[in-house]
């Protein structure tokens, strides 16, 4: 008999314990991973969707960390520009608190401290953010701006900002220092007639007030008759029904109605012509009222005795302007301005206030004649018959040029001195001429307007005086209106000069300033036009090759535009602007002031020096005030609308970290386990593992003998 014995384990139960170890290992790692599979073979049924899931997440973990370095730079940005507030600040206190004590380099302390903060800012502009130029717009590699060495002082063939200054400086000033004014001698004034001593009263409605409190009235009715037209008020009117009663009818009687602040009725005609008769209002009424029956007249010429007078002014050969006063002509101070604009071969004018007529030839050599009623003249102020152009009365000024940009630009003329005309600014180039018909009086003024070429004006002020030699700005009255002139024009010229070397000089260096800084796409720096510089009209366009180009960095999208060079997709349907240039105009302006402060030097030896440092350094201190208007960026600007994109950014990244969990909530259900799980089936399957393992240790000890029965 043949009997199979048991020696070794079936390859199933082999494979069984090989099964149950790899579970196992698997049951481990799931454990200590907590992820349900390493593949996605196996979650097949879930492949597809798990995979846009991790793309998505994917993305989103792409957006922050492209976000955290975009915030980064923009956090970098605003520690700049504070900086950059900062050091404009200390600059702009030192410059409005500067005296002028000037060292042997012609410049101040402050100035000097000005060229250290100059460095300051130029650095701040040079700023890198994960070595990206931030201040360089889309230029990202290239630095934002020169040194400050290069831009102050140029190099051997392109000019800096001292030599534009310089040469700016020529052009405004000129080469006789009057800021390319011309003032030549005293010439012919022409004839003119000052009207003076006239006592006319000037026009006026006719006013009648009534006497009656009507506050609260309530009227028994009646007539009331306003220049012969009569006006039915009805029983029971109060006082506000009476006036608008009235001025309904006002086109037709030229009166109109009111009530004033003691509540009495007050009528006035419609102007200095007509009348205001009330004769025929019922008495009942004129009672209610308070009107007294009968014509009250207007202030006009009739009313002063000029009716059926006449006046004559005739200039050389012209044909003479008749004025007739009467009913139907002349009859009002209004319509003899008007009918003065008629006269042929120069001005007249009537002072309205009073009734002093003014005349003026309009060349200096016409004569003028005055004709008329007996004592007609007199009463406008006009006290001779005849007037002629009188040599060497007349002081004059004009620019040099029309059409120039450079030196100073006549704003106006103001005129307090007696028996003067003053004329002006007119004709090309510009004059003003001063008209001495007699001697002024001691503190009398002339007070002359500049425009400067930075856009701002300068007042000049000259006080006759009978002191001699005069104080500054101010000119001796002579023996006769012609030594007086004299006077005025030495006076003009010395006051011109001085002018010229402060305010002019100060406000020149800031314009070439401008000129230089002012830089943008489409938009090179402005040089004068020369040399010559002394008589150049124009400014011209610099070129690299022959001027300093002071900001490096990118131009192509313009200043203005500075926040859209740079941008950042912070979603995938967002976009974010955080670009920013050197030459915007809040940091543009700064750098400039800062600049022209630390690149001006002056003479002590010019008693002027004092004068033209204040005017500047008071400019250089104003403008570094940040002044937030329409049109006026300030680095305030700038900041914000960082700070917008800043805040953009963060709602990004809030939004994309709580659509981050979700997904990473959704991915871990479908890989995810639960520890709890997984640790009590590793017990169950070690419990499985070890009884196999006993199991199949114990059948390997099994023999045939094990079943042979004992001998």
Avoid at 167 to 184: S, W
Avoid at 254 to 282: C, E, F, K, P, R
Avoid at 526 to 548: C, E, I, K
Avoid at 620 to 637: C, D, E, F, K, R
Wanted: avoid cysteine; hydrophobic fraction near 40%.
């Amino acid at each position: 008999m043949t009997v199979t014995g048991v020696s070794f384990p079936s390859a199933q139960l082999v494979q069984s314990l090989i099964d149950q170890r790899l579970q196992l290992d698997d049951l481990a790692r799931q454990l200590s991973t907590g992820q349900k599979v390493t593949t996605y073979s196996g979650i097949s049924s879930q492949a597809q969707l798990l995979v846009g899931l991790n793309a998505q997440i994917s993305t989103i973990g792409g957006f922050q960390s492209n976000n955290s370095i975009v915030n980064s730079r923009l956090s970098i940005m605003q520690s700049a520009l504070t900086q950059f507030d900062s050091v404009s600040q200390t600059v702009q206190q030192s410059a409005m608190q500067s005296n002028y004590t000037p060292g042997p380099n012609g410049q101040t302390v402050d100035q000097t401290f000005a060229g250290q903060q100059l460095d300051q800012l130029l650095n701040v502009m040079n700023t890198q953010a994960d070595g990206r130029f931030v201040f360089s717009g889309s230029a990202v590699d290239q630095q934002s701006v020169a040194s400050s060495s290069l831009i102050l002082n140029g190099t051997a063939t392109q000019a800096g900002l001292k030599q534009v200054i310089s040469e700016r400086n020529q052009a405004d000033l000129g080469a006789n220092g009057l800021g390319r004014l011309v003032i030549p001698a005293p010439s012919t004034s022409s004839a003119h007639i000052i009207g003076t001593g006239a006592v006319l009263k000037p026009d006026a409605p006719a006013v009648v007030s009534g006497t009656a409190n009507i506050q609260s009235l309530t009227s028994a009715g009646g007539t009331l008759v306003i220049n012969g037209h009569s006006i039915t008020i009805p029983a029971g009117s109060n006082a506000t029904a009476i006036v608008n009663t009235i001025n309904l009818q006002s086109a037709t009687t030229n009166v109109t109605a009111s009530i004033n602040a003691t509540n009495q009725l007050v009528l006035t005609s419609g102007d200095a012509n007509t009348a205001v008769d009330t004769t025929g209002t019922s008495a009942g009424l004129q009672t209610e009222l308070g009107l007294t029956p009968g014509v009250t007249q207007p202030m006009n010429l009739l009313q002063q005795g000029l009716s059926g007078q006449n006046l004559t002014i005739t200039v050389a050969g012209n044909p003479p302007l008749t004025l007739n006063f009467g009913a139907g002509q002349i009859t009002t101070l209004a319509g003899l301005k008007t009918a003065l604009a008629g006269l042929t071969g120069g001005t007249a004018t009537v002072d309205t206030s009073n009734g002093n007529i003014s005349i003026a030839a309009n060349n200096t050599t016409s004569n003028i004649t005055i004709g008329g009623s007996a004592g007609t003249a007199s009463t406008f102020g006009i006290q001779v018959a005849s007037a002629s152009p009188t040599a060497g009365t007349r002081v004059s000024l004009s620019e040099d040029v029309a059409g120039s940009v450079f030196g100073f630009k006549l704003g106006g003329v103001s005129n307090a001195l007696t028996n003067a005309t003053a004329t002006g600014p007119t004709g090309s180039p510009p004059s003003i001429s001063v008209d001495l018909a007699t001697n002024p009086n001691a503190g009398d003024t002339l007070t002359l307007t500049f425009k400067l070429p930075d856009g701002t004006t300068s007042n000049l002020t000259l006080t006759a005086t009978s002191a001699s030699p005069p104080s500054t700005n101010q000119f001796t009255i002579g023996a006769t209106p012609a030594a007086t002139a004299a006077n005025l024009q030495a006076a003009l010229t010395t006051s011109v000069t001085t002018l010229a070397q402060t305010d002019l000089t100060a406000t020149s260096a800031i314009e070439a300033a401008h000129n230089f800084f002012d830089v943008d796409v489409g938009q090179p720096p402005q040089r004068v036009s020369g040399p010559p510089f002394t008589t150049a009209t124009a400014l011209v366009a610099g070129t690299a090759s022959n001027t300093v180009s002071w900001y490096t960095g990118n131009l192509g999208t313009g200043a203005a535009a500075a926040r859209s060079s740079v941008t950042a997709r912070v979603d995938s349907s967002l976009t974010v602007s955080y670009g920013a240039q050197a030459n915007e105009q809040a940091l543009r302006s700064n750098i400039e002031n800062v600049a022209v402060f630390a690149a001006m030097s002056f003479q002590a030896s010019n008693p002027n020096s004092g004068a033209a440092y204040t005017a500047l350094s008071k400019r250089v201190g104003l403008a570094l005030i940040a002044q937030s208007t329409t049109g006026n960026q300030t680095t305030v600007n700038i900041e914000t609308e960082l700070a917008n994109a800043q805040n953009s950014i963060k709602t990004a990244t809030d939004q994309q970290l709580q659509t981050q969990n979700t997904l990473q909530d959704f991915v871990q259900s479908i890989t995810g386990i639960s520890n709890e799980e997984v640790a009590a089936k590793i017990t169950t399957l070690q419990t499985q593992l070890q009884a196999s393992l006993q199991v199949t240790a114990m059948l390997t000890k099994l023999s045939i003998t094990n079943y042979l029965a004992a001998a």
